[in-house]
């Protein structure tokens, strides 16, 4: 089994910057996905950004130049840079990971955290 614990969150005015990090641990083989998404109230989940063991990275289009996603294979850990940060980025976050980095594109990880508020105020 593998669990994941996210960190970093919080609230931040409008154009700051916050850094989300993702630990995964329990029985690891491979997590070759692994990435973020995101839901505000009354929406459904979206696509963040993702990121495979060979650091291949996927964004939506709304964050753009403003989020980067990082990934540390040694220490299973991932990192969401978020910058300029918009109303709009507010949402909780969830961190997931799947064998299968197509997967986690899809939004079909096997693997998710329990999330983590991001409040961006204006």
């Known amino acids: 089994q593998v669990t994941l614990v996210e960190s970093g969150g919080g609230e931040v005015q409008a154009g ?28 459904q989940r979206e696509l963040v950004a993702t990121i495979s063991s060979r650091r291949v990275t996927n964004y939506a289009d709304s964050v753009k130049g403003r989020f980067t996603i990082s990934r540390d294979n040694a220490k299973n850990t991932i990192h969401l840079q978020m910058s300029s940060l918009k109303p709009e980025d507010t949402a909780v976050y969830y961190c997931t990971a799947d ?24």
């Open 16 to 43: 700051g910057s916050l850094r989300l990090s993702c630990v995964a641990s329990g029985t690891i083989f491979s997590l070759n996905g692994m990435g973020w998404y995101r839901q505000a109230p009354g929406k």
């Open 99 to 122: 064998l299968s980095p197509t997967a986690v594109v899809a939004g079909r990880g096997t693997y998710w955290g329990q999330g983590i508020q991001v409040t961006v105020s204006s």
